[in-house]
C-alpha cells in the first residue's frame, strides 16, 4: 500500500521578502542609492565639458574603454547600463506597488486632516515619472541621436551636449527633469536612510543637512551645463 507523503510547500525567503512592503521599501532603497552613486559620477564626468572639447571627448572615450584590458570594449559600459536599467526597473516597479497598496490601505478620505507633508514628498510620485520619461528622451538625444538636434556625431560628445542645449526645448526639459531630480534626490535619501536603519535621534539632523546638500549638489551640478551652453560659456 501506497503512502501517501505531505509536502509542505513554503514561500522563499526572497519572495517573502519581496511580497512584503518592508522588502520593497528596502529594495526602493537599496536601487535608489546605486541610482544616486551613478548620479554623483555622472555630474562630475559632465563638468569637464567646462576644460573643453578634448577634455569631454577623452572622457566620453574613456567610458568606451574602461576596464580594459580586462574587459572588451564596451563592455564595462554595458556592465553600468545593466545594472541601471535593473536599478531602475526594480525601483520603479517597488514605487509603483507600494503606491498601490498605500491607496488601497486608505480607500476614502482620512477623518482628520493630516500634517500637510512637504512638497518634495507630496510630487515624490509625479516627480518619479517626470525622470521616467526623462530618461527615454535623454538615450533617444544623447545615446541612440534619434531626437538628436542638429545632426548627431558619434564619438563627440562635446558637440552632441552643445546642439542639444542650443535648442530651447531641450534647455526646457532637461532644466525642469533637473529639478525633479533634486527633489527626487532629497526625499529619496532621507527615506531610504530610515529604511536602512540609519536613521536615530541624534543621526537625523545629519542626514537631513546631507540630503538637502545631495540635492543641491546635483541638481546645480546638471544644470550648470545647459546653462553654460546658454550663456556662452561652453560653445
Known amino acids: 500500500m501506497a503512502l501517501a507523503t505531505r509536502t509542505d510547500r513554503r514561500p522563499s525567503l526572497t519572495?517573502?521578502?519581496?511580497?512584503?512592503?518592508?522588502?520593497?521599501?528596502?529594495?526602493?532603497?537599496?536601487?535608489?542609492?546605486?541610482?544616486?552613486?551613478?548620479?554623483?559620477?555622472?555630474?562630475?564626468?559632465?563638468?569637464?565639458?567646462?576644460?573643453?572639447?578634448?577634455?569631454?571627448?577623452?572622457?566620453?572615450?574613456?567610458?568606451?574603454?574602461?576596464?580594459?584590458?580586462?574587459?572588451?570594449?564596451?563592455?564595462?559600459?554595458?556592465?553600468?547600463?545593466?545594472?541601471?536599467?535593473?536599478?531602475?526597473?526594480?525601483?520603479?516597479?517597488?514605487?509603483?506597488?507600494?503606491?498601490?497598496?498605500?491607496?488601497?490601505?486608505?480607500?476614502?478620505?482620512?477623518?482628520?486632516?493630516?500634517?500637510?507633508?512637504?512638497?518634495?514628498?507630496?510630487?515624490?510620485?509625479?516627480?518619479?515619472?517626470?525622470?521616467?520619461?526623462?530618461i527615454v528622451w535623454h538615450v533617444l538625444d544623447l545615446t541612440t541621436g534619434t531626437v538628436h538636434p542638429g545632426g548627431f556625431q558619434p564619438g563627440r560628445p562635446y558637440q552632441n551636449v552643445v546642439d542639444t542645449f542650443s535648442t530651447w526645448y531641450g534647455n526646457v526639459v532637461y532644466i525642469i527633469a533637473m529639478l525633479a531630480l533634486g527633489l527626487h534626490v532629497r526625499h529619496g535619501f532621507w527615506s531610504a536612510a530610515q529604511t536602512l536603519g540609519a536613521g536615530s535621534a541624534t543621526r537625523d539632523r545629519l542626514l537631513r543637512t546631507t540630503a538637502d546638500l545631495l540635492a543641491l549638489v546635483l541638481t546645480a551640478g546638471f544644470i550648470a551645463v545647459p546653462v553654460a551652453v546658454m550663456t556662452g560659456v561652453v560653445s
Open 15 to 134: 519572495r517573502t521578502l519581496w511580497a512584503s512592503t518592508i522588502g520593497k521599501k528596502t529594495v526602493m532603497a537599496l536601487t535608489g542609492l546605486i541610482m544616486l552613486g551613478y548620479l554623483v559620477a555622472h555630474m562630475y564626468g559632465n563638468l569637464k565639458i567646462f576644460f573643453g572639447p578634448d577634455s569631454f571627448n577623452d572622457y566620453g572615450h574613456w567610458l568606451r574603454v574602461m576596464g580594459e584590458p580586462l574587459l572588451h570594449e564596451k563592455w564595462g559600459l554595458w556592465i553600468v547600463r545593466v545594472v541601471l536599467v535593473v536599478a531602475v526597473v526594480l525601483h520603479g516597479v517597488c514605487a509603483y506597488q507600494l503606491s498601490r497598496r498605500d491607496l488601497a490601505a486608505r480607500p476614502s478620505r482620512y477623518v482628520h486632516k493630516r500634517p500637510r507633508a512637504s512638497y518634495a514628498t507630496r510630487t515624490m510620485r509625479w516627480g518619479g515619472v517626470i525622470l521616467a520619461l526623462f
